[in-house]
């Protein structure tokens, strides 16, 4: 094993995260706001509890998503710099525009001021009307002078504006520059926090490849036993499929529509739950009101072990010790499974859709319960070795697992 393996996602991160120079300086502002919160959230809930037991594998993990989420971060930081670059730039060239346009009306008005001096006796502008020719060039004369007296006012008044304007740019071009600073600040922060988190990950490396042969045996019994509770949960799940089937014959005196093996039969009620099941993908709340997902749904490479690959059923959210999970909609309580290290897990139908709340300590419901959205239905597990509170959520269309990413909020 070899750190040059390591740093191929993160490498591969940096050229995907080239697609926000698209965005917005609002979204990038967004978007870094949030990768500050999720920095927090990181340092809060993986590396503030002092663990019990040094577990090289599980510290590489959590620093792997430290160091992820802080290049995003930086990208993302670099990105809103260089739109605020280019704003700058047509800001000052918009001022100078502005600044030569105060200046050609300035210079405009004073010759006019100038001109009207020599001229702005009452006895001159009398004997104006006077050696009129006729009445009506002498109306035509009045008005001229009320139009040029108007005209002088305008230009006045258009010069007060474009001072106005000229302040304000100013003002707007010296806000830039200060967030620009401060971007600037922060982003060299990063980088050099990244670098701190990236020599504890060499050493972290170090350690791994001394006992490679230790902590590659006991991931690959890890991964088999979550195999082996993965099957008993699908087994449970067909199991209470077929029963649930077979009560809605019964109460329909056997006048169902056939049906695929290990798929629900629908009630109205149920059809329309599903439905709008269905109409809340990419809606539905988070099953904790705080957390951060440290592993994700499907086949994924071991950022340790080439060749080793691990299988996200769902997704592994961390959260703070004693928090709870809750309902991502209305439904019944299909049953609460015990695995035999005496964690619980809640299955709450949905329709056809089965949401499933993993590695809870205690449990609020049980089976048959109606269930509404946000409720409470038990406490999660915190680990005592690792002091880390983790709840596996997992969703399923009948027996098919889906990844809960696309159905919950994006945050």
């Known amino acids: 094993m070899k750190s040059k393996k390591i740093y191929i996602p993160i490498l591969i991160f940096f050229l995907s995260v080239f697609s926000v120079f698209g965005q917005t300086r609002k979204q990038l502002e967004a978007q870094r706001k949030k990768l500050n919160k999720e920095i927090k959230q990181v340092n809060t809930l993986l590396f503030n509890e002092k663990k ?19 290049a995003k971060l930086i990208s993302t930081i670099n990105s809103e710099a260089k739109i605020l670059s280019k704003e700058i730039g047509v800001n000052e060239a918009e001022l100078k525009k502005l600044n030569k346009k105060l200046v050609d009306l300035k210079k405009d008005y004073a010759d006019m001021i100038f001109k009207s001096y020599k001229s702005k006796s009452q006895q001159s502008r009398t004997m104006f009307l006077l050696s009129s020719q006729n009445f009506y060039q002498a109306y035509k004369r009045l008005e001229y002078m009320k139009q040029y007296t108007s005209f002088r006012k305008n230009q006045g008044e258009e010069i007060v504006v474009k001072t106005n304007e000229v302040q304000q740019m100013n003002d707007s071009l010296l806000f830039q520059k200060r967030v620009k600073d401060t971007l600037i600040l922060s982003e060299k922060q990063q980088k050099k926090e990244i670098e701190s988190d990236k ?6 490396i170090t350690t791994i490849k001394k006992k490679e042969n230790k902590y590659k045996k006991e991931l690959q019994n890890k991964i088999k036993e979550e195999k082996r509770v993965v099957a008993k949960i699908d087994k449970k799940i067909r199991e209470e499929i077929a029963r649930a089937n077979r009560i809605a014959r019964e109460k329909l005196k056997n ?20 439905t709008k099941f269905e109409l809340n993908k990419g809606k539905l709340p ?8 440290v592993r994700r749904f499907g086949k994924q490479p071991h950022p340790s072990f080439p060749g080793i690959t691990v299988n996200g059923t769902g997704l592994h959210i961390v959260t703070k010790h004693g928090k709870e999970a809750k309902a991502i909609f209305n439904g ?7 695995s035999s290290e005496g964690r619980k897990n809640v299955l709450i139908q949905h329709g056809n859709y089965i949401s499933s709340y993993n590695n809870l300590e205690k449990t609020y419901v049980k089976k048959g319960d109606k269930i509404t959205t946000g409720q409470k239905i038990g406490q ?3 680990d005592k070795v690792s002091k880390k509170t983790k709840l596996i959520f997992v969703l399923f269309k009948n027996t098919t697992r889906l990844n809960p990413s696309s159905w919950i909020l994006k945050r």
């Not at 019990?52 to 802080?70: G, M």
């Not at 006048?255 to 599903?274: C, D, M, Q, R």
């Not at 988070?286 to 997902?293: Q, S, Y």
Request: net charge positive.
């Open 286 to 293: 988070w099953p904790v009101n705080e957390g951060i997902i």
């Open 199 to 204: 020599k504890n990950q060499e050493k972290l």
């Open 332 to 338: 019944n309580v299909l049953n609460v499974l015990l």
């Open 255 to 274: 006048k169902t529509k056939s049906v695929k093996k290990n798929e629900f039969i629908l009630s109205p009620e149920a059809k329309a739950l599903a």
């Open 52 to 70: 019990k037991e040094k577990n090289a594998l599980e510290d590489l993990k959590d620093i792997n998503k430290k160091i992820e989420v802080r």
């Open 380 to 382: 999660i597990f915190t």
